[in-house]
């Protein structure tokens, strides 16, 4: 659930007017009305010598990712069919495997299916030094994300009510200290779950961790996912897309999916048709929260088939 940087990348390159009636002056004095408090115009705070390098490596970062043809927009094409087959073996791979530990210090392994089953509700946190015009536009990128996941999988994520999947953008500087408010949204979630969140590596763009419960611990029931302020804009929203996606359930990469954000090759940049026939298979009600792969796989392949034709 991480989203890595390519350090290799870097070396490559006007009404017709209401009529109102005129008012005779008042010669009696009037009291002047009273004003109301002015609310002080949100500044970000100044930014360090550190995250402003690492701002600029980001840059770099997604220049030259674009000069090589990847942070694809138009989400596949004729270069990358797929059919029921593979579009079962890719969900198989992403939704029944970890891509990492608990720690984020490793590679996970098999996993049985895990997903919410209560409405998923989303709010942005940002950390202090992120200026208003990109919290505008990153509020409004995961309110119209949001509305898609939900319409694509059929299950309620809103970015209204009491939230239970928070989205921390904020930047080297102020992202600890925006973790560490997280007890005050998310009762339960322990500032030492939230380690590997606030260690990031440096060429880590963004991570999630979703919280499970229940008797099996495979229901999920909060979920956090970090977003660096620094990335540019298309990082940034290739996070969004990717964290929040894999924050519903599909918690794994795979180097053969494709067309896919669930691929740390970075080719795509935001989520594909392909990537939403995946969700709406995560969340398809003949699948059952806690299935193993082997008790999953004639169900997948049934589904699979449906939405992509062909025999599998």
Not at 49 to 57: F, I, P
Not at 61 to 75: I, Y
Not at 103 to 114: C, N, Q
């Amino acid at each position: 659930m991480l989203k890595w940087g390519l350090a290799g990348a870097l070396s490559a390159s006007l009404l017709a007017c209401d009529m109102v009636t005129p008012v005779e002056p008042s010669l009696k004095p009037q009291s002047r009305p009273a004003q109301a408090a002015a609310v002080p115009p949100q500044v970000a705070q100044p930014t360090s010598q550190k995250s402003a390098a690492l701002r600029s490596y980001l840059n770099q970062v997604q220049v030259a990712q674009l000069s090589q043809g990847l942070l694809r927009q138009d989400g596949g094409g004729l270069d990358t069919p797929y059919t029921a087959s593979v579009l079962a073996r890719n969900f198989e791979q992403i939704a029944f495997f970890n891509e990492y530990d608990g720690a984020f210090t490793g590679r996970g392994g098999a996993s049985p299916l895990r997903r919410w089953a209560g409405p998923v509700r989303m709010e942005v946190i940002f950390g202090d030094s992120v200026p208003p015009s990109q919290r505008k536009t990153d509020t409004e990128d995961v309110r119209s994300y949001a509305r898609r996941l939900a319409q694509v999988t059929g299950h309620p994520v809103s970015t209204g009510g009491r939230p239970n999947f928070l989205v921390v953008i904020a930047s080297e500087d102020d992202r600890a200290a925006t973790l560490a408010s997280i007890s005050r949204h998310l009762p339960g979630i322990s500032a030492n779950s939230l380690r590997a969140l606030r260690d990031m590596r440096r060429d880590t763009y963004c991570a999630v961790a979703a919280y499970a419960a229940g008797p099996s611990a495979n229901t999920y029931t909060a979920a956090v996912a970090v977003i660096r302020s620094e990335n540019p804009d298309l990082l940034r929203l290739s996070c969004i897309h990717e964290e929040l996606a894999q924050g519903m359930g599909l918690a794994n990469d795979s180097p053969a999916a494709r067309p896919s954000i669930f691929n740390d090759d970075d080719e795509f940049a935001l989520l594909t048709r392909h990537d939403e026939l995946l969700l709406k298979m995560l969340y398809d009600p003949r699948l059952q929260i806690g299935m193993n792969a082997a008790e999953a796989q004639p169900i997948v392949r049934e589904i699979a088939e449906e939405l992509a034709g062909g025999p599998v």
